[in-house]
């Protein structure tokens, strides 16, 4: 417990020095600060540069020590050669802990580096304080108002997602392509080298947090592949850990050692890491957000059985391919579902078969909801795939039609909440013109529709249906280990 | 070349008739009309319909046999049972050729269907008019100003691709989706059942086009598998030919039967197509309409070796994962251009390893520039992937950084001409919030750029590795089918 208090100063500072702000505005200190700044922190900001008095209007102080009041976090943005003085005026300072965002050290490959490294480990080992970094972007924490991330319009709303990266450009990314799906953080920490904290101290921290309930990782190497196997293990069984490992292959593994220096490992020992933890692998930054976007609004799991629904026998084609593709089963509908559709869906130029094909891209809003209904009844579906093509159809002729595809994008919604099997929609990625862009607008506001109502949309069915395989896999994994550990 | 004649009223017809116009919005023939004269055919249009005296400003006739003029193009947009009977009307009128977008045929799985379709092609061939379909979207052809696809708003400008496709629903969806890529066509045809003219026949009118120079298939099942074969073989050493074949999954394949009643055929049947033919393989429409842009744009083929250039650490790491996924190679430097890169590269918090993290994203743009050209010109480089990320930092920060934002963007147009190394973009994707929706404008103008120097752009490595990594293929089964040959 003592340990876990130590990472309320990183997430929750009441002040923050910002050491080696400029008045350059393309320094990474300037941006960091400026981000902090405009992102609306709420505690004190203290600038520290030896030759300003003010930068961006806050008072600026020569060195951390000079500043009169107590400084929960110090954040380190001057060369690394400098780091170890600095570092040292903080544990004077007694401030809480450090972010280094400085990089130089044992990423360089260098032995000057890699003893720079040593170095600042021990100062803060002995000087007693934490340290995220160095090589990193740092925190970003909505609750507190805190990011160091440089993310001036990150959300300010706190969500149940932690993202740990080692990586401080994926960390930003994320943060702002998961935005627009409404997936909302609790902490998401960029750690770079890790010289003291690293990610299994992250995620030790987080398996305790009470307002994270998925943890998400990036990760290139880690410092004590047993520990952070059983962490994650651990702590999978009570909230997902969902991994995207960088640099397996050969120009992959060259760019991680020269990136944070770290190890990255041999596949196969990543392999039996998977197998033997049940997290969820993940191998791009689109996954990544794809399933903690499931994650974040399917409650419970499901079989992998799925129907499918669309306009046109092409579109039904390629969705059970995809499907089938991500490991999902796209099986026939029983007697009883093919009755009852036959009577909704018109004989000729559609299908009742799993995938439906309505045919016509016209269809009643009432007789959508109806064969939504018969679909996810069928007791072998356990979950419906419903694609939506025609977006840019009806929006050039919506003077005509717009009315009646409005109403079609809420049937799922509105039926939702009454029925039991998941939902997922594909709104299919509109054209790439820029005279479509208002196209691209309401796609957004579809798209918005959705995850309000809490049911996960995709652009592609190829990442609907990895992400719900990914979420499917996960809690038969759970399973599966829990019916070991029972025998 | 009697044969190849008489494709000519089909894809330059001079008068079309729309048998089955309605006066109601909805109605499928309504909708295909309104597009054929939205889009500007030049020719003669008669809508057939016998209740009207009028639609849509056209003199209308109760039946093609009342048009007083010759008729090159009749589109069949009624009932199945009600078809035998017109299309005995259209060849008594002496009509060109036949469309037949009417469903209800094979494809229904029913004898009463199968024979209906048995019907018109004796018909057909009885009455030697070609035929198009039936269950089809049928033609477009800018050069003749034509679409019996539902495309008002399809590129009037020709290009050098053409895409048969067994599905109708694709055939519109891939036009649309393309045309912001400035993939431009030659022929599109949707040719459903194919009772006469099927996908062989297509193929041979294509083979011999001039005006066609890429070949796109989306391919459900085939008539006559061996010819089929051959002729691909054949074509593919003069055209590229790309297949995207849908359904070889399990639910795939039961809902090609209900589409096109064709049979979809086993997996290892279709690997050893592939492997005998040379085609390029896709799995999806993404795929097929990447693979598209670079065949577009590339003149040459190249090797497997790119260099992966990015900003980031964590960028370059994901990026030469998805490079090695996908088939190609990142390969070291060599030390003279490891010597180069190091006088331009910062040595701290960046790398010039192959992925090179230009750590800053202001790099200069002269300085951007001479990295470019130091990495594309190592012997063991092939080709070059620019990641680009940054649009929406640049962007939020745009009154002080995007005019070097701009002249960045401009680097690899400007280098383009001098250099003989390939470069692919990748322009990630941007946010995807309502209020972002700017930044998703500027990204389609920076695309728009790119794609007008003939620079492939991809909002994604992963599908950039994947496009580059087809054409490289295809060029080395080419190698290989003539180095064998010669044999």
Tied chains: 1, 2.
């Excluded at 001036?152 to 702002?176: D, I, P, T």
Aim: glycine share 8%; proline share 5%.
């Amino acid at each position: 417990m003592e340990r876990l208090r130590e990472f309320e100063v990183i997430f929750y500072p009441k002040s923050v020095a910002v050491i080696g702000a400029s008045t350059e505005t393309t320094k990474f200190g300037t941006v960091f600060l400026d981000s902090l700044v405009q992102f609306g922190f709420k505690g004190r900001i203290y600038p520290i540069n030896p030759q300003a008095k003010e930068i961006m209007g806050l008072k600026t102080y020569p060195n951390v020590k000079d500043i009169p009041d107590p400084v929960d976090l110090a954040f380190i943005t001057i060369p690394a050669s400098a780091v170890p003085k600095v570092l040292e005026d903080c544990i004077a300072k007694n401030v809480g802990a450090v972010v280094i965002l400085a990089a130089g050290f044992g990423e360089t490959g260098k032995e000057e580096g890699r003893k720079l490294e040593r170095e600042i480990a021990k100062i803060s080992k002995e000087g007693d304080v934490r340290v995220v970094g160095p090589n990193c972007f740092g925190i970003y924490c909505p609750a507190s108002g805190l990011t160091l991330l440089p993310g001036a319009n990150f959300s300010k709303e706190s969500g149940n997602v932690a993202f740990l990266s080692q990586s401080g450009g994926y960390a930003e990314r994320f943060c702002q392509q998961a935005k627009g799906l409404g997936i909302r953080f609790s902490k998401v920490v960029s750690y770079g080298n890790a010289c003291d904290l690293n990610e299994t101290d992250f995620m030790e921290y987080l398996a305790e947090d009470p307002d994270t309930k998925i943890i998400a990782l990036y990760i290139e190497g880690v410092k004590d592949g047993q520990r952070f196997l059983q962490t994650v293990q651990e702590i999978n069984k009570r909230k997902p850990v969902i991994v995207w490992k960088g640099g397996l292959c050969e120009g992959g593994g060259r760019a991680v050692v020269s990136h944070t220096g770290a190890l990255g490992g041999r596949k196969d020992i990543w392999d039996a890491f998977f197998r033997q933890t049940g997290a969820v692998r993940v191998n791009s930054l689109e996954e990544l957000i794809d399933t903690i976007l499931i994650f974040q609004h399917l409650s419970s799991s499901c079989g992998r059985r799925v129907a499918v629904m669309g306009t046109g026998g092409g579109t039904g084609v390629a969705a059970a391919d995809a499907c089938e593709r991500a490991g999902l089963r796209v099986p026939a509908f029983n007697t009883k579902t093919l009755e009852q559709l036959r009577t909704l869906v018109p004989p000729i130029g559609a299908s009742i078969q799993n995938p439906i094909d309505l045919g016509n891209p016209w269809t009643s809003p009432s007789t959508y909801r109806r064969i939504i209904k018969i679909a996810s009844s069928d007791p072998q579906i356990d979950a419906l795939i419903i694609v939506m093509w025609h977006l840019p159809l009806f929006y050039a002729r919506r003077e005509l039609l717009w009315k009646s595809f409005q109403q079609i994008v809420e049937v799922p919604i509105t039926i939702g909440k009454r029925q039991r099997k998941h939902v997922v929609i594909v709104l299919c990625a509109t054209p790439t013109e820029v005279e479509m862009l208002e196209v691209e607008g309401e796609w957004r506001r579809i798209k918005d529709r959705y995850i309000a109502a809490r049911i996960p949309v995709y652009p592609t069915v190829e990442r609907a249906a990895k992400a719900l395989n990914n979420f499917i896999a996960y809690h038969e994994s759970q399973k599966h280990i829990n019916d070991s550990s029972t025998k």
